[in-house]
């Protein structure tokens, strides 16, 4: 069912505005019309960015039609939550999915000529194929949260395409929003994925243990804030290894072994310690 967006809160949109307004320009690609695949955390931030860049947002699309409408009414267009009846006179379609939806509404879709790309780490990016023969990935690695708002000028930009003309509307497109805009094969951008998981998704995991460690003992968590800040500055010095600090680097049996008497209730992050622990050891020898 098609419903009719209604604008967003006056405060949200002007915090997304003043987080990107420097970067509109009077680039030929602005002003074309997009197409909203989505409505999750990375269509949200991928329709702010692009809309502050200069592009028309005409249309969300997304299965669940609550989400739809919340993020069509930021930018006062329609919605719908049924492919047939997705606009086709768009010039761009943004597929921010998941994974699985991706394989899904590939073969429900035609598309003819327009140009198409999903934000997808991991999907190849054939899997538009079907849609149109003008396909490609524009994916960004950088964890996104809905409300949360973000300088985009900051964010790398990679980029795939079917073809030659296809690759240089997404680089110029990148180009509006950020100065960093690499171009990457499928193969380049699995293995970007993975060591983006590592360094954000696993990064956090282990933040996350570290204050419920902190919260359990009734310590405040704030008190290893600056550590933890400190930490992340490490990536502007070079080798993080040879930067790697701490008991297992040290080889303090001692402290090592009182920190695991420490976790003996706690299985789980025992056996996350032990791991880490060797791997630092055989790393920083």
Same mark, same amino acid.
């Given at each position: 069912?098609?419903?009719?967006?209604?604008?967003?809160?006056?405060?949200?949109?002007?915090?997304?505005?003043?987080?990107?307004?420097?970067?509109?320009?009077?680039?030929?690609?602005?002003?074309?019309?997009?197409?909203?695949?989505?409505? +999750?955390?990375?269509?949200?931030?991928?329709?702010?960015?692009?809309?502050?860049? #200069?592009?028309?947002?005409?249309?969300?699309?997304?299965? $669940?039609?609550?989400?739809?409408?919340?993020?069509? #009414?930021?930018?006062?267009?329609?919605? $719908?939550?049924?492919?047939?009846?997705?606009?086709?006179?768009?010039?761009?379609?943004?597929?921010?999915?998941?994974?699985?939806?991706?394989?899904?509404?590939?073969?429900?879709?035609?598309?003819?000529?327009?140009?198409?790309?999903?934000?997808?780490?991991?999907?190849?990016?054939?899997?538009?194929?079907?849609? $149109?023969?003008?396909?490609?990935?524009?994916?960004?690695?950088?964890?996104?949260?809905?409300?949360?708002?973000?300088?985009?000028?900051?964010?790398?930009?990679?980029?795939?395409?079917?073809?030659?003309?296809?690759?240089?509307?997404?680089?110029?497109?990148?180009?509006?929003?950020?100065?960093?805009?690499?171009?990457?094969? +499928?193969?380049?951008?699995?293995?970007?994925?993975?060591?983006?998981?590592?360094?954000?998704?696993? #990064?956090?995991?282990?933040?996350?243990?570290?204050?419920?460690?902190?919260?359990?003992?009734?310590?405040?968590?704030?008190?290893?804030?600056?550590?933890?800040?400190?930490?992340?500055?490490?990536?502007?010095? #070079?080798?993080?290894?040879?930067?790697?600090?701490?008991?297992?680097?040290? +080889?303090?049996?001692?402290?090592?072994?009182?920190?695991?008497?420490?976790?003996?209730?706690?299985?789980?992050?025992?056996?996350?310690?032990?791991?880490?622990?060797?791997?630092?050891?055989?790393?920083?020898?």
């Amino acid at each position: 069912m098609l419903v009719d967006g209604t604008f967003c809160d006056k405060y949200f949109c002007m915090m997304y505005w003043s987080m990107s307004r420097s970067k509109r320009n009077t680039n030929p690609v602005h002003g074309r019309q997009m197409v909203i695949i989505g409505a +999750g955390n990375v269509a949200t931030h991928f329709a702010h960015a692009f809309s502050a860049a #200069g592009y028309a947002i005409v249309q969300v699309y997304s299965k $669940t039609i609550d989400s739809a409408r919340a993020l069509a #009414g930021q930018f006062g267009v329609g919605c $719908t939550n049924s492919l047939s009846l997705l606009r086709t006179d768009a010039d761009i379609y943004i597929f921010a999915v998941s994974d699985d939806a991706l394989f899904d509404i590939a073969l429900d879709l035609k598309l003819k000529d327009k140009i198409c790309f999903h934000t997808s780490g991991t999907v190849p990016m054939d899997v538009l194929s079907p849609i $149109t023969k003008n396909y490609g990935v524009v994916y960004v690695p950088q964890t996104f949260i809905k409300h949360i708002a973000m300088d985009y000028s900051r964010l790398p930009f990679c980029v795939e395409a079917s073809n030659v003309n296809t690759l240089d509307m997404l680089k110029a497109m990148a180009s509006t929003i950020s100065p960093s805009v690499y171009s990457l094969n +499928g193969e380049q951008r699995r293995y970007l994925h993975l060591a983006s998981v590592f360094a954000s998704n696993f #990064g956090n995991c282990i933040n996350a243990m570290a204050q419920q460690i902190m919260e359990q003992h009734n310590l405040p968590f704030e008190i290893i804030h600056p550590l933890i800040s400190e930490t992340a500055k490490k990536i502007q010095y #070079g080798n993080l290894w040879s930067l790697q600090t701490g008991p297992a680097k040290r +080889g303090d049996t001692k402290t090592l072994d009182k920190h695991r008497r420490l976790l003996v209730d706690d299985s789980k992050a025992l056996e996350v310690y032990n791991l880490l622990s060797s791997i630092i050891e055989e790393k920083t020898k």
